[in-house]
């Protein structure tokens, strides 16, 4: 196993042993091969660099107490990367050869999985790119499918601890092709300015609203918004938000706990009736929100006035992570145990 402070690892690239690799040309995947290159050797007229053609994924490798190492729907993560290839006339990559990469790289940099007492886990990042030539805006002929993997901790300060974020109306997510549906680069690109503002003035990040209306709360840069009250998870339905996961898997376990789950537009005015708060994702899991600044109205809309996670956060969080490590029966059948 390396030699690292694993308890104490943020969120950041690392290098890790092995990445695996697939084409695609003629028409067709080739077999999966790996590589300890962290370089490309790209066209400079490749369409991923000039038009976007580049998609990419985050799914998560745990390590349980009985020393197996786990990974969490990744048939979910395999799916929604076909739908954003899709999207912008990328080739499909088969979902079984996605889940054999996935297994793959995770076993070829096993002692890179965090130790279960860490509560640190190992990031997996598939991409894909256009690879071959193009000047006109058309799609590439051939692509580059590449699974790499970095032992990571908490996305947002401090893991499950309650942080402020901001909505700021000057940003919208500007997202290529009209829609943040797709999990592309250039989507991310167009939030580094609003996320660095937000940072900058002490927030995790920035929530935007939809872009249309600007009435109702969309997403933050990294994770869907949740919302509790009155015994119901509230979360935003919107075109333009990525459909995360995480908030998918949280929406079941809400349910089995007994909330009522409410998938609808979400007013930036009933951001006051939440009890609770918090931002979803892979890389965020649950991170508890303690207010929503709006810096525009200069209106605060405060879930945690002791800065403290409230109960249903802390309770879905501790199912999710239950599930994830090994500790909680896996009765929906999300794991897949690498061995
Ligand atoms: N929203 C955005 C914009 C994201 O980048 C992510 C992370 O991948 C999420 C939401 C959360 O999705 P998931 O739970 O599938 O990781
Ligand atoms: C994830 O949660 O996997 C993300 O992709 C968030 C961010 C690192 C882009």
Redesign the pocket.
Known sequence: MENIDWSNIGFGYRKTDYNVRCTYKDGKWGELRKSTDENINLHMAATCLHYGQEVFE?LKAFKGKDGKIRVFRMDENAKRMQKSCEGIMMATLPIEKFEEAVKMVVKLNERFVPPYESGASLYIRPLMIGTSAQVGVKPASEYEFILFVTPVGPYFKGGFQTTPFVIMRQYDRAAPLGT?TF?VGGNYAASLIAGNHALEMGYSAVFYLDAKEKKYID?C????FFGIKNNTYVTPDSTS??P????KSLMTLAEDMGLKVERRHVPIEELSEFEEAGA????AVISPIERIDDFDTKKSYVFSPDGKPGKWCEKLYIKLRGIQYGDEEDKYGWITVID
């Open positions: 985050g943040g999990k997403e840069g990294a994770a869907n938000i990525l995360s996961i995480t908030n979803c994702g892979t890389a």
